[in-house]
T-cell receptor, first 114, second 108 residues
C-alpha cells in the first residue's frame, strides 16, 4: 500500500478481554516495528521483525503481549487479558531495508481498556 | 538503554519566527531520525540524519555525532508546524529510543 495502515483506528474493550491489532506495512518493506505511546510521551519500542522473523521482543512488557508476522507482510500484535494499564496508542512502523532505514509510521490504534 | 533528552520541552512562537530544537543523546548512535507528530496524531518522518546536515524547505537538521547532539531548525514558522517534534536514536540492537519531545505552538 501507499502508507502503513493500522486497524482498528480505535478500540475500546473491557478488562480481561483479548485484543488483536493489525498492521499492514508499506508494500515491499522488509522491517516492521511495534511501538507503544502513552499520552505526553515518546513512542516506546515493543518488538520488531525482519521479513517474518521476530528479531527482538525485549520491549514487550510481559507474556500477555505477543506479535507475529507469518508471511513477512501483515503483522498482528495481540494483548491477552487486557488491563487498564495497557491503554495507550499502539503504533506500527516499517522501513524499506534491514538495519534501520528511515521509519514510516501508521496512524496508530488508540486502545482504551475499561 | 541510551538516554535521549530534548529541549526545550515547550515552545510558543509567533508565525514567521525561527526556532532551534535540540536533541542530546548519551551514547554513540548508528541512526538518528527527527519526527513531527501533528495535532491529529500522525507521526511524520522529517529527517534521517545520523551525521551531517540536511535541508528540506524551511526545515534543516544537523547531527554532530562525536558530540552526541542533533539540532532541528525551523525557519519562518507557520501554524501548520505546530505539534510535537521527536528525536529518535538507534545505538545497537536495532531499537529506536525516542525523546520526550518538544511541543511547538505557532500563533498566527
Amino acid at each position: 500500500g501507499a502508507g502503513v495502515s493500522q486497524s482498528p483506528r480505535y478500540k475500546v474493550t473491557k478488562r480481561g478481554q483479548d485484543v488483536a491489532l493489525r498492521c499492514d506495512p508499506i508494500s515491499g518493506h522488509v522491517s516492521l516495528y511495534w511501538y507503544r505511546q502513552a499520552l505526553g510521551q515518546g513512542p516506546e519500542f515493543l518488538t520488531y521483525f525482519n521479513y517474518e522473523a521476530q528479531q527482538d521482543k525485549s520491549g514487550l512488557p510481559n507474556d500477555r503481549f505477543s506479535a507475529e508476522r507469518p508471511e513477512g507482510s501483515i503483522s498482528t500484535l495481540t494483548i491477552q487479558r487486557t488491563e487498564q494499564r495497557d491503554s495507550a496508542m499502539y503504533r506500527c512502523a516499517s522501513s524499506r531495508r534491514e538495519n534501520n532505514e528511515k521509519l514510516f509510521f501508521g496512524s496508530g490504534t488508540q486502545l482504551s481498556v475499561l | 538503554g541510551i538516554q535521549v533528552e530534548q529541549s526545550p520541552p515547550d515552545l510558543i512562537l509567533q508565525e514567521g519566527a525561527n526556532s532551534t530544537l535540540r536533541c542530546n543523546f548519551s551514547d554513540s548512535v548508528n541512526n538518528l531520525q527527527w519526527f513531527h507528530q501533528n495535532p491529529w496524531g500522525q507521526l511524520i518522518n522529517l529527517f534521517y540524519i545520523p551525521s551531517g546536515t540536511k535541508q528540506n524547505g524551511r526545515l534543516s537538521a544537523t547531527t554532530v555525532a562525536t558530540e552526541r547532539y542533533s539540532l532541528l531548525y525551523i525557519s519562518s514558522s507557520q501554524t501548520t508546524d505546530s505539534g510535537v517534534y521527536f528525536c529518535a536514536v538507534e545505538s545497537t540492537g536495532n531499537q529506536f529510543y525516542f525523546g520526550t519531545g518538544t511541543s511547538l505552538t505557532v500563533i498566527p
